[in-house]
């Protein structure tokens, strides 16, 4: 049995569910999700308890269990709490500003790089090394964290570059002399 897929999802206050044939609209203080789930699990309503079923036990049909029930929770929680993904810079002379909605970032380069702010995304910048990114979808809030990573990503030798808060970068001996 699959054991992601068998736990009930508790609905917090002000959420509200609508499901149109496989479309489910998740509404909430943060905003609206939808998104289109497998047809072949039963989404059951009872009062602020929401269960998935499943019509049998083969291996397609306990993936996708999972999946459903996991993909539907990240919907509750985005349009209650939200997410969250903060990323630090490292580097002498990279920095982030904010320019309207979108970011700035001077990584090394000849020119900065802009990245603009996607629908349903925030960004704000505490200081000029670091950058939080906040989001009611839990796909495009990584997405965007994972692309401005990817303009410099850390490097293992100075450890130089846009990194993770925590993430821990391993370093390289470099080159000896004779």
Same mark, same amino acid.
């Given at each position: 049995?699959?054991?992601?897929?068998?736990? %009930?999802?508790?609905?917090?206050?002000?959420?509200?569910v609508?499901?149109?044939?496989?479309?489910?609209?998740? @509404?909430?203080?943060?905003?609206?999700?939808?998104?289109?789930?497998?047809?072949?699990?039963q989404?059951?309503?009872?009062?602020?308890? *929401?269960? !998935?079923?499943?019509?049998?036990?083969?291996?397609?049909?306990?993936?996708?269990?999972?999946?459903?029930?996991?993909? !539907?929770?990240?919907?509750?929680?985005?349009?209650?709490?939200? !997410? @969250? @993904?903060?990323?630090?810079?490292?580097?002498v002379?990279?920095?982030?500003?904010?320019?309207?909605?979108?970011?700035?970032?001077?990584?090394? %380069?000849?020119?900065?790089? *802009?990245?603009?702010?996607?629908?349903?995304?925030?960004f704000? *910048?505490?200081?000029?090394?670091?950058?939080?990114?906040?989001?009611?979808?839990?796909?495009? *809030?990584?997405?965007?964290?994972?692309?401005?990573?990817?303009?410099?990503?850390?490097?293992?030798?100075?450890?130089?570059?846009?990194?993770?808060?925590?993430?821990?970068?391993?370093?390289?001996?470099?080159?000896?002399? %004779?």
């Amino acid at each position: 049995m699959s054991r992601i897929g068998k736990k %009930k999802v508790v609905l917090p206050a002000g959420v509200e569910v609508k499901a149109e044939g496989s479309n489910v609209i998740v @509404k909430g203080p943060k905003g609206e999700l939808s998104r289109i789930l497998s047809s072949k699990i039963q989404m059951k309503q009872k009062g602020n308890e *929401v269960t !998935f079923t499943r019509p049998d036990d083969s291996k397609e049909m306990k993936t996708i269990h999972g999946t459903t029930r996991a993909n !539907f929770n990240n919907m509750v929680v985005g349009v209650s709490a939200g !997410f @969250k @993904k903060e990323l630090e810079l490292h580097g002498v002379g990279y920095r982030v500003q904010l320019k309207g909605k979108n970011l700035e970032l001077s990584l090394g %380069k000849s020119h900065p790089d *802009v990245v603009e702010a996607p629908a349903g995304i925030t960004f704000t *910048v505490p200081s000029a090394m670091s950058i939080i990114i906040e989001g009611s979808n839990k796909e495009v *809030v990584g997405q965007t964290a994972a692309y401005i990573r990817s303009l410099r990503p850390p490097e293992p030798y100075k450890g130089k570059g846009v990194r993770y808060v925590g993430e821990y970068v391993k370093r390289k001996e470099g080159k000896t002399g %004779k």
